[in-house]
T-cell receptor, first 114, second 111 residues
Framework: SAVISQKPSRDICQRGTSLTIQCQVD?????MFWYRQQPGQSLTLIAT?????????ESGFVIDKFPISRPNLTFSTLTVSNMSPEDSSIYLC???????????FGPGTRLTVT | LAKTTQPISMDSYEGQEVNITCSHN???????ITWYQQFPSQGPRFIIQ???TKVTNEVASLFIPADRKSSTLSLPRVSLSDTAVYYC????????????FGSGTRLSIRP
């Protein structure tokens, strides 16, 4: 298994500003994933972050809005840029250890944009 | 990636067996079926995974018919703590496969 922590756990931000969310894993992993979950909704995959290469973004998400860093095998950041109230959501990171579709999720970062 | 369809919500009572069925008509030969559980204010948690027939672990059983176009998650003797959202997914069994979440089933357990 894997233990994943995220910082901050929650934040309230003003529109137009940016927030960087950190994801730390207690073991080395190749792939990390970033999701967004709006209240009462399912999870939407934002991007897949592979250490040593550019992140791969899903349709509807772009690097300028959600830049991702992956400096090593245990850490990643997701930045939500130029925020608007529509970006209010829970952002989760996850990892897959064994290549079998079993992912471990962090506790999430609850973002509110005013 | 195959699309999944599952009931939006289900209700049951403590001590009952709950079966949640998921439809995945376009499942590919190499896809595995995986179920996740999510409690409020937490990230999803892996429950069980299978390819065909039946899989059982300490938490649940997963029944998959021969045509694999559907699957049923069975939770024996549920308790109030089983109240959660349950997601059915199909994903390629390979390294670093991305998974796409469907709408999930909101299960409510009553005393």
């Amino acid at each position: 298994s894997a233990v994943i922590s995220q910082k901050p756990s929650r934040d309230i931000c003003q529109r137009g500003t940016s927030l960087t969310i950190q994801c730390q894993v207690d073991s080395q992993v190749t792939m990390m994933f970033w999701y967004r979950q709006q209240p009462g909704q399912s999870l939407t995959l934002i991007a897949t972050a592979n250490q040593g290469s550019e992140a791969t973004y899903e349709s509807g998400f772009v690097i300028d809005k959600f830049p991702i860093s992956r400096p090593n095998l245990t850490f990643s950041t997701l930045t939500v840029s130029n925020m608007s109230p529509e970006d209010s959501s829970i952002y989760l990171c996850s990892v897959e250890l064994q290549g079998n579709g079993e992912q471990y999720f962090g506790p999430g970062t609850r973002l509110t944009v005013t | 990636l195959a699309k999944t369809t599952q009931p939006i919500s289900m209700d049951s009572y403590e001590g009952q067996e709950v079966n949640i069925t998921c439809s995945h008509n376009n499942i590919a030969t190499n896809d595995y079926i995986t179920w996740y559980q999510q409690f409020p204010s937490q990230g999803p948690r892996f429950i069980i995974q299978g390819y065909k027939t039946k899989v059982t672990n300490e938490v649940a059983s997963l029944f998959i018919p021969a045509d694999r176009k559907s699957s049923t998650l069975s939770l024996p003797r549920v308790s109030l703590s089983d109240t959660a959202v349950y997601y059915c997914l199909v994903a390629l069994y390979s390294s670093a496969s991305k998974i796409i979440f469907g709408s999930g089933t909101r299960l409510s357990i009553r005393p």
